[in-house]
């Protein structure tokens, strides 16, 4: 029998694919015997710096971005109160060969988030499990399985996890197992398509304001679902190394069309390519839920919900996804799922660089965790009373 140790609250970093802001989450985390409690403080999005979207293209640029995305990280993660920060950073590339994933760069040095905080910071946390074999990614299936398990067994069947930023990752959970991988682009094309098209003033389709107003042309989708990306077997990952700018040049050689109508084609191709791999009820999360025409196109061909109906705020999930990761490493517990990455087995996952004061890690937790439960916190007019399930 293990003790059983206290509650952490951890500010949870992220900064996703399409680069549109940095998430923060607060979340204060225990253990109940194999179950994590996680009760949602806060969450918000902080701009993200213009300055650092663009590419780096030689080892200066490198230094100077890490540097800066460390320093833009910090600046978010000192405003908010907390015992440790855990940061997924910024994602540069992701170096995938054949169907197997040879690497992965994440960037935002950790240093000067604890050099601005005085907390110690959890960072680093795709290349355990890259090393081990795995894609590194979606580490949203840590939450999700560990969330949806009671549903899926509930509902006698498999349950989806949802999230949709700059690329689109499920995670399927059954009584027979958890899998998840990357579906394809999720905001990444339209966002690509959207800036070239109003020459770099916006970077996204608000709305799917363009979208709305134009029809799907047909031979350009047909030309995007034969990638044969979405016929490879999971797991399977990709990133904007792959669906970018010159790939829609590409795809679209020869092509004339509508801005509307490019728009229209693009986010039916995400809603297609999501609603092909999903099963059972589908919980969503991430940017692309703001964006409602994905979202009509995604409800006529999946039974969809939002995981703000089960009690996790969907604007915040990926924060509140940094934030889990770095709270079972703190504990010493594996933070990945070998079935959904593709990895040799349970890992612990990223790397701990000290606050200003002595490292003092808990007791590591010898019991692997089954379950998660989503607490709403009490409110102060509720005199006190416990925060309700």
């Known amino acids: 029998m293990w003790n059983r140790p206290q509650g952490v609250k951890v500010i949870g970093l992220i900064s996703g694919t399409s680069m549109d802001a940095i998430d923060v989450a607060v979340a204060e985390l225990s253990l109940d015997g194999r179950t994590v409690v996680l009760t949602p403080v806060e969450h918000d999005e902080h701009p993200f710096p213009e300055e650092l979207r663009r590419p780096p293209t030689s080892a200066a640029d490198l230094c100077a971005l890490d540097t800066k995305l460390g320093q833009a990280f910090a600046e978010v993660a000192a405003r908010y109160q907390g015992d440790l920060v855990s940061s997924l950073g910024q994602t540069v590339h992701h170096w995938v060969e054949d169907g197997r994933c040879l690497g992965t760069l994440q960037l935002g040095q950790p240093a000067w988030i604890a050099e601005a905080t005085g907390l110690p910071v959890v960072a680093d946390l795709r290349v355990r499990d890259v090393a081990a074999g795995g894609h ?7 939450l999700d399985a560990l969330w949806l398990a009671g549903l899926a067994e509930a509902e006698g069947g498999t349950a989806t996890a949802l999230n949709i930023g700059g690329i689109a990752n499920i995670t399927k959970v059954s009584p027979d197992g958890v899998i ?11 966002d690509a398509a959207m800036t ?41 990952s990709t990133g904007k190394e792959h669906f970018n700018r010159a ?29 092909a791999e999903c099963e059972g009820t589908v ?19 999946v039974d969809l919900r939002t995981s703000d109906e089960l009690g996790l705020p969907a604007a915040g ?13 703190w504990h010493g517990l594996p933070a990945n ?9 349970p890992r612990p996952l990223g790397s701990i660089t000290p606050g200003r004061g002595p490292l003092r890690l808990p007791e590591p937790v010898i019991t692997a965790v089954t379950g998660l439960t989503i607490r709403r916190r009490a409110r102060q007019s509720d005199g006190g009373d416990h925060a309700r399930t």
């Not at 998840?180 to 339209?190: E, F, H, S, W």
């Not at 003033?201 to 799907?216: F, H, I, K, P, S």
């Open 136 to 142: 590194g990614a979606p580490l949203a299936s840590t």
């Open 180 to 190: 998840a991988y990357d579906t394809g682009p999720g905001n990444a094309l339209m």
């Open 196 to 236: 070239v098209l109003s020459g770099g003033l916006r970077t996204r389709d608000t709305d799917g304001e363009y979208a709305r107003r134009g029809e799907v042309h047909a031979e350009l989708l047909d030309r995007l679902l034969a990638d044969p990306y979405y016929a490879r077997p999971a797991p399977k």
């Open 247 to 275: 790939y829609l040049d590409r795809v679209s050689e020869g092509l004339t069309m509508p801005a509307e109508d490019f728009l229209a084609t693009l986010t039916e191709l995400t809603a297609r390519t999501i609603a």
């Open 283 to 301: 919980i969503g999360s991430g940017g692309g839920m703001s964006n409602p025409v994905l979202v009509e196109s995604l409800g006529r061909l």
């Open 317 to 329: 999930k990926e924060a509140y996804l940094a934030a889990l990761l770095g709270f079972l490493t």
């Open 337 to 345: 799922v070998p079935s959904a990455t593709g990895a040799a087995g």
